[in-house]
């Protein structure tokens, strides 16, 4: 599906340039064959939105119902992919679709340029400005037992973690959990344009594990705030049960 969180694409050297890829490939059997979908490759149009790709996520509720982040913003399909509408009228920035996500009751958030943009049902025409802050890229986590609980970690212009913010109200206010700009927990280091993961427990919401540059960190509530402490090394032996390779994009 492509790279889109790299220095620039088209390059022929993969240590400095995303890679572009070919399109959204469809499977029907559990992934024994795969079908490209042409809705997104063959015509000039088609491919100047899907050769960059930065993340697909499904609806759990409607198999037919596909987001996809693109360099052109969110691209939206109701049935599997044959056809697709822009999701957020106008949204676009020069930075595009880096991640979208899907709560278990259909809830779409999307970060496309330096905003968030959350709808409660996923269609076009209902996507919001919640963002909790203009950054150049925003990385998101609903929590799977309750998608009224939105995670976002933020990049800083220099590439550094602005901070870490929580919703339990869908985006509509946010707190922040952690706190950027301290040489003491920098989980994106300089590379939070490329580095920048953040997911939530399936059995804790309030429970939240963050990547970047170098090492996995652990958020918990401790004494009504959130106490972070870092879980993985990249730099020990790979047979090391603490080694996690750096990098998490």
């Not at 985006?171 to 927990?185: C, D, E, L, Q």
């Amino acid at each position: 599906t492509g790279e889109g969180a790299f220095t620039s694409d088209g390059g022929t050297d993969i240590s400095t340039n995303a890679m572009r890829g070919q399109g959204i490939w469809k499977s029907t059997d559990g992934g024994e064959t795969f079908t490209r979908l042409s809705s997104t490759w063959g015509t000039t149009d088609a491919e100047n939105i899907f050769y960059e790709i930065s993340r697909m996520a499904a609806d759990p509720n409607d198999a037919n119902r596909i987001y996809a982040a693109t360099k052109e913003g969110l691209m939206v399909s109701s049935d599997g992919g044959g056809t697709w509408t822009q999701g957020v009228a106008g949204a676009y920035g020069s930075n595009g679709a880096k991640d979208v996500k899907v709560a278990s009751d259909g809830t779409v958030a999307v970060n496309i340029g330096s905003r968030i943009y959350v709808s409660d049902s996923g269609d076009p025409e209902t996507f919001e400005n919640r963002s909790p802050a203009t950054s150049i890229r925003q990385e998101l986590a609903f929590a799977p037992t309750d998608p009224n609980y939105i995670y976002v970690q933020a990049t800083a212009s220099d590439g550094s973690m602005m901070n870490i913010y929580k919703s339990i109200d869908k985006g509509k206010n946010w707190t922040v959990i952690g706190a950027g700009g301290v040489s003491y927990f920098n989980p994106l280091g300089n590379q939070g344009t490329y580095d920048n993961g953040i997911d939530v427990f399936t059995d804790d919401k309030d429970k939240v594990i963050v990547g970047g540059q170098y090492s996995l960190w652990l958020g918990v509530i401790s004494g009504g705030a959130y106490g972070w402490e870092p879980i993985t090394t990249w730099y020990l032996s790979e047979t090391n049960p603490n080694y996690v390779h750096a990098d998490h994009p």
